[in-house]
């Protein structure tokens, strides 16, 4: 007897766009309750960088989705350990390490990274040699004094640009990937690295799964954050090769689909296929490593969007700004403005809009994060649509 399969699941791009939304927390009312470490379980991972301009991204991601929680709630969220009654020892909530990037991960999914660590201590060479001894210096180091800094190890750097690293901190990075370091800290923005067999719980750290149950659960759990995403998709959202999403996606539970206008098949995870995405859409400012906004041809495919961050381009050649955060409302992409702050005035240097219906919602978007900030004053520079300059500023105006 010849077995049929289903039929694949059809659906609109505009459905794929709000089952999307709603699996990255913009659509539907936001769980409060469950905070900045909800935010952080619903979506996987999320990306840490440098910049800083309103905030940093790890900041901006939960306020994009709860509106404007406390920024020291963002930081204790992320870094202070709970302790559970009657466990000997404190226990993380979060950890840093490679996925789509350098990311703020949960705990829970230490074992999963398995696959990658591994992967890191089978490398043939790095960037950077290490001088005998050195590594284990480190590890001495820290198994000694408990948990330090790269400058309490000896120093970040050479004295050189910013990758011209020390000793120690190659040293301590190196231990970071292989696993046998890890950072479940920030102090004044630098790394807090400790031994894993500390500071990990032991029923995580112990737990050593094969790389095939890492990628069958890091492909479910990006097919659960992105909603519905290609092949490529749910590959970029860890950074797996496609090889490895081929060799697990049919065990990972999620569900095969098409999507119109999609050139390429699709899955989709089988709880957002369950109910319409119906709810409130939010209003707000994105920063540019979002996680609905990390792969570039998925924004363009869903949003009709292009975005990229200029920070990293040349200043003549910059078309939208050094730090262009995209304005998310009603669902839509919108525009984008590139913001700064002197003192107590958050200045939209550069302001892009698709449309005049874009007026309102940018006005709403710069107030609240204007407040969020702690800025009182909200100053339009540049916009390129000089017509809209004024309904824009009256709105700021009026409120």
Not at 49 to 73: C, N, Q
Not at 236 to 252: C, N
Not at 338 to 366: I, N
Request: proline share 6%; net charge positive; aromatic share 8%.
């Amino acid at each position: 007897m010849t077995t049929v399969p289903p039929a694949t699941i059809e659906l609109s791009a505009d459905e794929a766009r709000r089952i999307a939304l709603r699996a990255q927390g913009f659509l539907g009312a936001p769980d409060r309750r469950a905070g900045v470490r909800g935010v952080l379980r619903h979506l996987g991972a999320v990306q840490l960088d440098t910049i800083s301009v309103l905030a940093r991204s790890h900041e901006l991601i939960p306020y994009a989705r709860l509106g404007a929680v406390g920024r020291k709630t963002v930081e204790d969220a992320y870094w202070t350990p709970s302790a559970p009654a009657g466990a000997p020892s404190s226990r993380p909530h979060a950890f840093e390490y490679w996925s789509h990037a350098a990311c703020v991960l949960p705990v829970e999914e230490w074992p999963h990274f398995a696959f990658r660590r591994r992967a890191y201590r089978a490398r043939p060479q790095w960037h950077h040699e290490l001088a005998d001894g050195s590594y284990d210096a480190v590890i001495k180091q820290l198994r000694a004094e408990g948990p330090l800094t790269a400058t309490e190890l000896g120093g970040a750097k050479n004295g050189g640009l910013w990758w011209d690293w020390s000793e120690a901190k190659v040293a301590v990075e190196r231990a970071l990937m292989y696993g046998e370091v890890v950072c479940t800290g920030r102090r004044s923005w630098k790394r807090v690295y400790d031994l894993a067999e500390r500071a990990i719980p032991g029923d995580l750290l112990h737990d050593e799964l094969d790389d095939t149950e890492c990628l069958r659960r890091l492909v479910r759990l990006a097919g659960r954050s992105l909603g519905v995403g290609t092949r490529a998709d749910i590959a970029d959202y860890h950074r797996l090769k496609g090889e490895q999403v081929d060799a697990v996606i049919a065990d990972s539970g999620l569900v095969p689909v098409t999507v119109a206008g999609w050139e390429k098949p699709a899955w989709a995870d089988p709880e957002a296929l369950a109910t319409t995405p119906r709810g409130r859409h939010r209003t707000t400012l994105l920063s540019p490593f979002d996680s609905l906004i990390w792969e570039r041809a998925r924004t363009e495919r869903i949003f009709g969007f292009t975005h990229r961050l200029e920070a990293y381009v040349p200043k003549p050649k910059r078309v939208y700004g050094y730090f262009a955060m995209p304005l998310l409302s009603g669902g839509r992409l919108l525009g984008r403005v590139d913001p700064a702050r002197e003192g107590k005035t958050l200045v939209a240097k550069q302001v892009s809009l698709e449309t005049s219906k874009a007026v309102l919602p940018m006005a709403q978007a710069l107030r609240e994060a204007a407040e969020w900030v702690g800025c009182s004053d909200v100053r339009v520079e540049r916009v390129d649509a000089p017509e809209l300059r004024g309904p824009l500023t009256e709105a700021l105006a009026a409120g």
